[in-house]
């Protein structure tokens, strides 16, 4: 029987290393990478989360801010608007998680949502440098938005506007942060 000794009919021990053969272990256990089967699925949206539903975000660099849900991307993040001329939100993807859905909806009948994947989002990369001129740049790195960012910013906001002109104190609401005080109880509020 390979890999011990057969001491008095019971099975014992290691197989002793063969001649040639390595006789000595790594020290450290080496893992190897578990087979997966698993096709991650997308992820479901929230019931309360519907097109044209307004959003307060949690985290972030627009945190606190109230956005509207445009739709949801294919891979499971959501894309919303503030929109820009309101509240300075470009279309963004958040995470359903960071998010608070509220109980006003803005009707997006009007609104052409341009066809936007993850991909528009996608960072162009840049000509490498050698680790001695990254060293001694001294300039800061100017981001430049791309006008095809531009023009569908342009064409959803012209659409949000008259959508949020038509509700009278939806602008106001819009540009108005989100915070919590002393006392307030968050999870006593309805949103």
């Known amino acids: 029987m390979p890999g011990g000794k057969n001491v008095s009919g019971r099975w ?6 063969s001649k040639g053969g390595a006789s000595m272990y790594p020290a450290d256990d080496v893992k190897t990478p578990l087979m997966r089967y698993r096709v991650p699925k997308k992820p479901k949206l929230r019931p309360s989360i519907q097109p044209g539903t307004v959003l ?5 660099r627009f945190r606190g801010h109230r956005v509207i849900f445009l739709k949801a991307l294919s891979s499971g993040t959501l894309l919303v608007s ?8 470009p279309l963004r993807r958040v ?9 006003v909806v803005v009707d997006l009948s009007g609104v052409t949502v341009p066809d ?5 989002f996608a960072r162009k990369e840049d000509a490498k440098k050698t680790e001695e001129e990254e060293f001694f740049a001294n ?3 100017e981001t430049e938005v791309s006008e095809e960012r531009k023009d ?10 008259e959508a949020i002109k038509a509700v ?14 002393n006392g307030d109880k968050a999870h006593k509020m309805k949103f």
Do not use: C, H
């Open 116 to 120: 936007i994947d993850d991909e528009f």
């Open 95 to 103: 995470n359903q998680a960071y998010v608070i859905a509220t109980s």
């Open 139 to 141: 300039e800061a790195k």
């Open 82 to 89: 503030g929109p820009f001329q309101i509240n300075g939100v």
């Open 168 to 181: 009278p104190l939806l602008d106001a609401y819009l540009r108005a942060r989100f915070t919590l005080r």
């Open 152 to 161: 569908a910013q342009q064409l959803v906001d012209t659409g949000l506007m």
């Open 12 to 17: 014992r021990g290691k197989k002793a290393a």
């Open 56 to 60: 307060i975000l949690l985290a972030g």
